[in-house]
């Protein structure tokens, strides 16, 4: 009786390949960029939202003061969600609200802040997606707590009643 090798190499070759396959999927490859406390924001220049106007982040992020970055798009589904509570946190006083539009339609965009109004102090331009990019976004809504150009806190999503009050609180000091 011969022993066909064939049979036996597609096995093991199928076998191994088999649990190569298996121990991928059991390690998630989902990307989350790290922004870790307290580190620099990054220096960008963009454009005012309703104008030709350039403006830097220095002049964007002036003074020891806290700014909230918020990124987002009119097309957004979460950004109408979490609108709600930029309307709320746009009445602190120590808070400075600066808006990136993302990729977004101009004529959408003014719309939509038309429709829900606009909780922006400074709302700027993103419409080749690099500034967000910068940032380490990769989607949208994306919040960045900031003072004294220093990142404190990186929310992903929607900002949530949670998150809102935890904003609060770190901007009572």
């Keep these: 009786m011969k022993i066909k090798p064939l049979p036996i190499i597609v096995t093991f070759l199928f076998l ?12 998630p490859n989902i990307y989350e960029p790290r922004i870790s406390q307290d580190q620099e924001i990054p220096f960008f220049t963009a454009q005012l939202f309703n104008s030709k106007t350039e403006i830097n ?6 003074g020891n003061k806290f700014y909230l970055l918020n990124i987002w798009s009119s097309w957004c589904v979460p950004c109408k969600f979490e ?7 746009n009445k602190e006083q120590n808070l400075e609200i600066v808006g990136l539009n993302y990729k977004d339609n101009v004529k959408n965009a003014k719309n939509y802040l038309e429709e829900l109004s606009n909780p922006y102090d400074i709302l700027i331009s993103d419409k080749n997606g690099l500034t967000a990019i910068e940032w380490g976004a990769y989607g949208v809504p994306e919040t960045f707590l900031i003072y004294d150009k220093k990142i404190l806190k990186k929310i992903i999503g ?7 009050n935890e904003i609060k609180e770190l901007i009572k000091t």
């Design 16 to 27: 191994i390949f088999f649990f190569g396959f298996f121990q991928g999927l059991k390690n």
């Design 57 to 62: 982040s220095n002049e964007i992020f002036a």
């Design 158 to 164: 929607p900002i949530t009643n949670d998150s809102m």
């Design 83 to 89: 609108h709600k509570f930029l309307i709320q946190l």
